[in-house]
């Protein structure tokens, strides 16, 4: 089983709103990882999850805080967001690379639209 | 130059033919490389994958080739269906990161239109 779920599937919110995204997985994979795509673009990575710990943050802006409660689950909080931010965010999860597990498997997507 | 704009690079075949779909990298010292497809509306889905110690590898109706040495990767699709029909991305891992993890790249995207 290579799933990973997102919810919602979509989301319209307003910009004084706060929202959260999530995302879960039940592969035992180590990393979780969220990305955003705009239209025509390939996915632009945001944040890596690494055994529960934030590994990386691409100078996101602080609107978005990425939040992982354990090793299945990833969330996005999203507050006071600007139209711009209106795309396709992507989870997607791996096992690590000592494990010789380097695909990113990814979820279908939440389609967010910023009022 | 490069292309900035809203327009992917776009092939189309003829249903049952072969497409091969290009894509070159960026990084020599990448040493992973995946095939994505994406669908309209739906996230990129995992087709095949390939090593840097390896020229080529087979799927089902796929085939994935890698040229190190000018740093390009291909994609063919044999008897191409409709269901082919989609974006697909082809992507390097120049760096895996310290405790877990990797950090894909993502090459510009190819649409591919299959005809009846």
């Known amino acids: 089983d290579t799933e990973v779920t997102q919810t919602p599937k979509h989301l319209v919110m307003g910009m004084t709103n706060k929202k959260s995204l999530k995302c879960e997985q039940h592969?035992?994979?180590?990393?979780m990882y969220w990305y955003k795509q705009k239209a025509k673009k390939p996915p632009e990575l945001m944040f890596v999850?690494?055994?529960?710990?934030?590994?990386i943050n691409e100078s996101v802006p602080s609107r978005f805080s990425p939040e992982c409660p354990n090793s299945s689950l990833l969330n996005l909080h999203l507050h006071a967001l600007q139209p711009e931010d209106s795309a396709l965010y992507l989870c997607?999860?791996?096992?690590?690379?000592?494990?010789?597990?380097?695909?990113?498997?990814f979820g279908p997507g939440t389609r967010l639209l910023v009022l | 130059g490069e292309n900035v704009g809203l327009h992917l690079p776009t092939l189309s075949v003829q249903e049952g033919d072969n497409s091969i779909i290009n894509c070159a990298y960026s990084?020599?010292?990448?040493?992973?490389f995946i095939w994505y497809k994406q669908e309209s509306g739906k996230g990129p889905q995992f087709i095949i994958d390939?090593?840097?110690?390896?020229d080529k590898r087979q799927g089902q109706r796929v085939t994935v080739l890698l040229n190190k040495t000018v740093k390009h990767l291909s994609l063919q699709i044999a008897a191409t269906q409709p269901g082919d029909s989609a974006v697909y991305f082809c992507?390097?891992?120049?760096?895996?990161?310290?405790?877990?993890?990797?950090?894909?790249?993502f090459g510009t995207g190819t649409q591919l239109k299959v005809e009846l």
């Open positions: 992507a390097e891992i120049p760096r895996h990161l310290t405790g877990g993890g990797n950090k894909l790249t």
């Open positions: 592969m035992g994979h180590r990393a």
């Open positions: 997607a999860s791996s096992q690590d690379y000592a494990s010789g597990g380097e695909t990113q498997y």
């Open positions: 990084n020599s010292a990448s040493d992973y």
């Open positions: 999850y690494s055994y529960e710990k934030l590994s």
């Open positions: 390939i090593r840097s110690n390896m």
